[in-house]
């Protein structure tokens, strides 16, 4: 069968796809180039086009992993380099997945003459990919999705009309819209799919800064002081000595308050208390001691010995006056970093599951603590611990638990494990989404950076930098009431699945134009250069 001269031989799409990979990485924190993402998408689609499942397989993998390896290098600073390269290879399976299947349907769909379609999988099969990524195996991990990429673009106010998922799919859009333009103008040589191209990605983007968010003129505020207490070094015993990082933060509140500051609520981040204080009177003292200097509610990330056997990572508010904590416990810890799966199997690969003593329990409750200001004014603070920041339906349902009700987000890290890399930046940007997609500000603490405050429109304040003692206070807009992508919750993924078994079902019919035959498949043997 002779090639057609516009059918990309296999070595063509590889290079294609990995660049596409690094495009999407360098539009990530750290290196901050949004636009990437949306050339990176335009490359994958092109070195996917019609590829059918079993290239588009070896295609997805490639850019998978020129894609994760990099972003994930932070997970293995301390650990090596086997659990980092395992976790890139896990995520980059599901970029191959997609690609895979995008493949086999555009390859059929073209056939059938049905090329709008062909072009529509694209982003349906990027948000169902990450859907999938984000929910298996273990609980999924939803990190560094398109959405996370954009907290600068222009296109990122979609996330306040459908989350995450939905600005993953404009991403997408964009991407195979501008591959859609190349095709035209470099190969079927048809001005109008150009024409058309162009204008729906100038649509997308220019719609996107016309969507309204949540103004916060005349709301009402809260003072809200966030601590970054440090840790003595980096690392993985960075809690060798927790009563050093205790005293650290119980300092920094002390050296704050003796500023004159009297905030509406002080924020601790997450393992700032690594000696349970509900079994350890001193640490208890130490804690109430820096709120009665500081006078105010304090909100402390703190790991609880119970329920034997487990450990719980717990957020405590300390009211004054009151001595016994309200919680709340971690919804999602961490598989073989929080716990360990088949601990017995995977110590085959890896002595270090065993770093992890104890497995955490799995919290059950919705974060939610009703704080009142000295005003009078009465709000919700709505805890996240750590990577939970990345899970959607778990703020969501915090958001929406009493939506009438001011909130405020309130994001607790400790990044101290991942040192001088980009994942405390990869992890602040997702805060920057969840503003914009539930219209809330939100307070983001971490043991040792970044920490910041994030106004409801995503914008950001100024952020502490890596290892180094920190403190804020901010008058933080207390917002209520719901977003779109708030009371549609995850509609977008269902109907991303649902679109894909539509064209799934386009590919079993065939079309015919006054009786012409239809259209020969647009990749043929010659793509492995047969």
Known sequence: MRRRPHELLLPARLLLAFAAGLAIWLALPGNNQWYAAWLGCALLAAAGWAAGFRWGLLIGLLAGWAYFVPTLAWSGIYVGPLPWLALATLEALYIAVMVG??????????????????????????????????????????????????????????????????????????????????????????????????????????????????????????????????????GLDFNAERRAVL??????????????????????????????????????????????????PLLVGAILEEPEPYVSNASLLYRPGVVDPERYVKQHPVPFAEYVPYRDFFRHFSDKVDLVRAGMATGTEIGYFEVATKAGQTFAALPTICFEVAYDGLIRAAVTHNASLPSVLVVQTNNATFGFTDESEQQYAISRIRAIEHGRAVVHVST??????????????PLTTLFTQ?????????????????????????????????????????????????????????????
């Open 101 to 234: 299947v995008v493949g086999w349907l555009q390859r059929r769909l073209v056939a059938r003459g049905r090329e709008v379609a062909a072009y529509a999988v694209v982003p349906l099969a990027w948000v169902v990919g990450e859907w999938a990524r984000g929910t298996t195996p273990f609980g999924g991990f939803p990190w560094a999705r398109l959405a996370f990429s954009q907290a600068d673009s222009p296109i990122r106010n979609l996330a306040a009309l459908g989350g995450a998922p939905l600005l993953t799919a404009g991403v997408a859009t964009i991407g195979v819209l501008t591959y859609a333009v190349a095709r035209a103008a470099l190969v079927t040589r048809r001005p109008l799919p150009a024409v058309a191209s162009i204008a729906g990605v100038a649509a997308l983007a220019l719609g996107s800064l016309l969507i309204p968010l949540p103004t916060t003129a005349g709301a009402p505020t809260a003072e809200i002081a966030l601590v970054q207490g440090n840790v003595p070094k980096p």
């Open 247 to 296: 005293d650290l933060h119980a300092r920094a509140t002390e050296t704050l308050a003796a500023s004159g500051v009297r905030p509406d609520l002080v924020v601790w981040p997450e393992n700032a208390v690594d000696i349970d204080p509900l079994r350890n009177p001193d640490a208890a003292a130490e804690i109430i001691a820096a709120q009665n200097a500081i006078q105010a």
């Open 448 to 461: 040792v950076g970044v920490s910041g405050f994030v106004a409801p429109d995503g914008t950001s304040g």
């Open 470 to 530: 920190a403190t804020q206070v901010e008058a933080v807009p207390l917002l209520s009431g719901l977003t779109v992508a708030d009371r549609i919750g995850g509609l977008p993924e269902y109907l991303a699945l649902a679109g894909l078994f539509v064209a799934f079902g386009r590919t079993m019919t065939r079309r015919h134009d006054n009786g012409s035959t239809p259209a020969t498949p647009a990749v043929s043997k010659e793509l492995v250069g047969a």
